[in-house]
């Protein structure tokens, strides 16, 4: 069973930054995919960015030029860089992780951090 581990949220004014970390119990090396995804209240959960094994990224167009993801397999951590949050950046994010093994897909979660953008 993998386990994801997310750290980083806060309260941020907007304008501000923040870099969410998600941490892997196993090699980070060994997933196909990498995503954040995140919810705000009453809403459903949504996908943010993704970076693969291979290195390409993509991302949400409502984050497009303000947030990057990025993976550091010697350390099994994938990262968000957020810059200049709005108050609708305000969620709880989500790391996910995706691993092809014979054939079949496995999905795992964190268990989230909260990101507040309020003045």
């Known amino acids: 069973q993998v386990q994801l581990v997310e750290s980083g949220g806060g309260l941020v004014q907007p304008g501000g930054s923040l870099r969410l970390s998600c941490a892997a119990s196993?090699?980070?090396?060994?997933?196909?995919?990498m995503c954040w995804y995140r919810q705000a209240p009453g809403t459903q959960r949504e996908f943010v960015a993704l970076?693969?094994?291979?290195?390409?990224?993509n991302s949400a167009d409502s984050v497009k030029g303000r947030f990057t993801i990025s993976r550091d397999n010697a350390k099994d951590t994938v990262y968000l860089q957020m810059n200049s949050l709005k108050p609708e950046d305000t969620a709880v994010y989500y790391c996910?992780?995706?691993?092809?093994?014979?054939?079949?897909?496995?999905?795992?979660w964190g268990q989230g951090t909260q990101v507040t953008v309020s003045s």
């Open positions: 970076i693969t094994s291979g290195g390409s990224t």
């Open positions: 196993t090699s980070i090396f060994s997933m196909n995919t």
């Open positions: 996910n992780a995706i691993q092809f093994v014979a054939g079949r897909s496995y999905a795992y």
